[in-house]
């Protein structure tokens, strides 16, 4: 077996931190998977304040053509306006073409302060929607006006409700909820939901998806309802700034942020992201959770074929949160980001 | 004096439920206030389907020639795309300029459901970002192509920036959270953050607002935080779109969305709107919870002047909650609209 070369883009802030935790569990796995390549590369805000660019071509370029797949850690967002910074991990989704953010949230009992019962998956179509950047400014009458465009494609909305529709299907409860607010964006969030619904009629299909049941919810309502009732939801299927938002919004049922891995996923390309920030006002000191970096790289070695791997940095996590003893202080612990790393690959 | 005319706006489902709650709750009032007429107009998704539209330029013309204030229900939102039909409640605001929607969301102790701890108020820009409705769809080399402009404009941000200030003032923390998200769009999100936050350096302002705090969070942050620590929320002003979100979200901290109220209000107009729906599922049953619309009712009465109209009516729905005998369902009890209306008005 030849071997795999993942891109490492540390990025900013706690991203530097619990990226090394993910390597670990993957080195860990030993020799179950093929031989591991890391290749570190460059991206971020402070890359940008260096440099000029928040996202070099070379790294770019190394990701298409020398790796496998990649983990990325999380970027800072500038405080205050910056001329030509644009944030890299937009820019990355859309450069790989990595059209789904695929965003697993779920609660592990024994977290006091998570709920019970939440187990769902956000799918975020992650290329367009306000994502686009297409932004004007102009001075009128009364001042400056500012203008974006919001795009909303039937090609990227049948790719994502088809992705939507195929994972539903492989769940338990085969429960799909289309998110729009097509009451007021009648032609944009009515092309997403109609295209997402019509998956079902595809040439093609022929039945395949009879089993999924189909639900939607106004995005406004949908995370009342997730915060309400969160056992309601299985598979949530929006578009990328509903995606954004929900997804934070489900991470804060199962207790910290600090939990919740995605994957942005094309059709030849996968990299792992933790959904939260690069938390400026923890970084540095060693406290940063680093199971959710860990558990993208999970998600990751699952998406390229290696679900073995995946289950076993999986249970690891799991059997570290269940124990509930070696927990970084997001979860009311006292540990330092190295110890939780430690205990996670011991388990693996 | 002479009599108020309030202009009724029951529209849909449950809104012409509730809505004669908040009538009953202002007449209770009695002579503490002038003499009422309220004249019911027409608007909503069902009218719409009888007649073809969902907004009369009659009701427009009595609100603005006639009324003093108005109360408006919930409109249903369509199930399926419908040729001509566009949200009443989203064109009342834009054509009576009612440029503010103003949503405090406050938690009642008893309240089992409910976190302790929540008193915020999200102040939501409420004529443009996407609501400005500007879609089109092209067919492109893909299938078709759905735009939607999101539009800021320095004015309508500043006017929402300086209610935002004033209220954080009047309010004992004095804490206003400016939401946006500038990382990803940095020029109408830039705009609306840099507009706001300028609103102390105005002309004429000196120094008025030196003991608000300002602070800031990403719109899928604030709602993560928003579910996590709500009590660090005091003042939150947001784009209309955002806002809509961040008070469902709100919403469900304190136990239902039927307890939050709002007002739509602009420089000589205010319009009390509950922020629940129209409630299909549970129309028609005289079930739904009559309070929002009736602290809606108080709002819209302290924004005209009736400050001690607005307080007894506060007083009387807050001592319902704090005793909770009589609820209904969606608070955990077994009361009826009818009865819950009748406890707050015996108590006025
Ligand atoms: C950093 C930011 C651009 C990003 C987003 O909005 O997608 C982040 O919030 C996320 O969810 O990955
Ligand atoms: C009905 C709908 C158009 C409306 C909105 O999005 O503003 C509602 O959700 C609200 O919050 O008042």
Redesign the interface.
């Given at each position: 077996r030849r071997s795999l070369k993942i891109g490492m883009l540390p990025a900013d802030g706690i991203g530097r931190e619990v990226l090394p935790g993910a390597k670990a569990a993957i080195l860990a796995l030993g020799s179950s998977i093929p031989k591991m390549e890391f290749i570190d590369l460059l991206a971020g805000f402070e890359y940008f304040t260096k440099t000029g660019t928040a996202l070099p071509d070379e790294t770019v370029q190394i990701l298409k053509s020398e790796c496998d797949c990649a983990l990325f850690g999380a970027v800072s967002?500038?405080s205050r306006?910056v001329t030509g910074?644009?944030?890299p991990i937009?820019a990355l989704r859309k450069k790989m073409d990595l059209y789904a953010n695929i965003r697993p949230v779920k609660s592990v009992s024994i977290n006091p302060e998570g709920r019970p019962g939440v187990d769902l998956v956000v799918i975020r179509e992650n290329t367009e929607c306000?994502?686009v950047?297409q932004?004007?400014?102009t001075v009128?009458e009364?001042?400056?006006?500012?203008?974006?465009?919001?795009?909303?494609?039937?090609?990227a909305s049948?790719r994502i409700g088809e992705l939507a529709f195929k994972m539903a299907l492989e769940r338990p409860r085969k429960h799909l909820t289309v998110i729009h607010?097509?009451?007021?964006?009648?032609?944009?969030d009515?092309?997403f939901r109609?295209?997402v619904r019509a998956v079902p009629t595809l040439p093609g299909v022929d039945g395949k998806y009879d089993d999924v049941t189909v639900a939607e919810q106004?995005?406004?309502?949908a995370?009342?309802?997730l915060?309400?009732e969160p056992e309601i939801y299985d598979v949530m299927v929006a578009p990328n700034?509903y995606g954004?938002?929900l997804?934070?919004?489900a991470?804060?049922?199962v207790g910290s942020?600090g939990l919740v891995p995605s994957v942005n996923a094309g059709d030849s390309f996968v990299m792992g992201e933790p959904v939260h920030?690069s938390a400026p006002d923890i970084a540095g000191q060693n406290i940063a959770n680093p199971l959710a970096a860990i558990r993208s790289a999970a998600m990751m070695l699952r998406h390229i074929g290696y679900g073995d791997g995946a289950d076993r940095i999986e249970r690891a996590v799991d059997s570290v949160l269940r124990e509930g003893k070696v927990l970084t202080p997001d979860l009311g612990g006292k540990s330092k980001t190295s110890e939780v790393v430690d205990e996670v690959t011991k388990r693996i």
């Amino acid at each position: 077996r030849r071997s795999l070369k993942i891109g490492m883009l540390p990025a900013d802030g706690i991203g530097r931190e619990v990226l090394p935790g993910a390597k670990a569990a993957i080195l860990a796995l030993g020799s179950s998977i093929p031989k591991m390549e890391f290749i570190d590369l460059l991206a971020g805000f402070e890359y940008f304040t260096k440099t000029g660019t928040a996202l070099p071509d070379e790294t770019v370029q190394i990701l298409k053509s020398e790796c496998d797949c990649a983990l990325f850690g999380a970027v800072s967002s500038p405080s205050r306006k910056v001329t030509g910074y644009s944030s890299p991990i937009v820019a990355l989704r859309k450069k790989m073409d990595l059209y789904a953010n695929i965003r697993p949230v779920k609660s592990v009992s024994i977290n006091p302060e998570g709920r019970p019962g939440v187990d769902l998956v956000v799918i975020r179509e992650n290329t367009e929607c306000l994502y686009v950047k297409q932004e004007t400014q102009t001075v009128g009458e009364h001042g400056k006006e500012a203008r974006a465009t919001r795009l909303i494609t039937e090609r990227a909305s049948r790719r994502i409700g088809e992705l939507a529709f195929k994972m539903a299907l492989e769940r338990p409860r085969k429960h799909l909820t289309v998110i729009h607010k097509s009451n007021v964006l009648s032609i944009t969030d009515g092309l997403f939901r109609e295209t997402v619904r019509a998956v079902p009629t595809l040439p093609g299909v022929d039945g395949k998806y009879d089993d999924v049941t189909v639900a939607e919810q106004l995005v406004d309502s949908a995370v009342y309802r997730l915060f309400r009732e969160p056992e309601i939801y299985d598979v949530m299927v929006a578009p990328n700034l509903y995606g954004d938002i929900l997804s934070d919004a489900a991470a804060a049922l199962v207790g910290s942020l600090g939990l919740v891995p995605s994957v942005n996923a094309g059709d030849s390309f996968v990299m792992g992201e933790p959904v939260h920030g690069s938390a400026p006002d923890i970084a540095g000191q060693n406290i940063a959770n680093p199971l959710a970096a860990i558990r993208s790289a999970a998600m990751m070695l699952r998406h390229i074929g290696y679900g073995d791997g995946a289950d076993r940095i999986e249970r690891a996590v799991d059997s570290v949160l269940r124990e509930g003893k070696v927990l970084t202080p997001d979860l009311g612990g006292k540990s330092k980001t190295s110890e939780v790393v430690d205990e996670v690959t011991k388990r693996i």
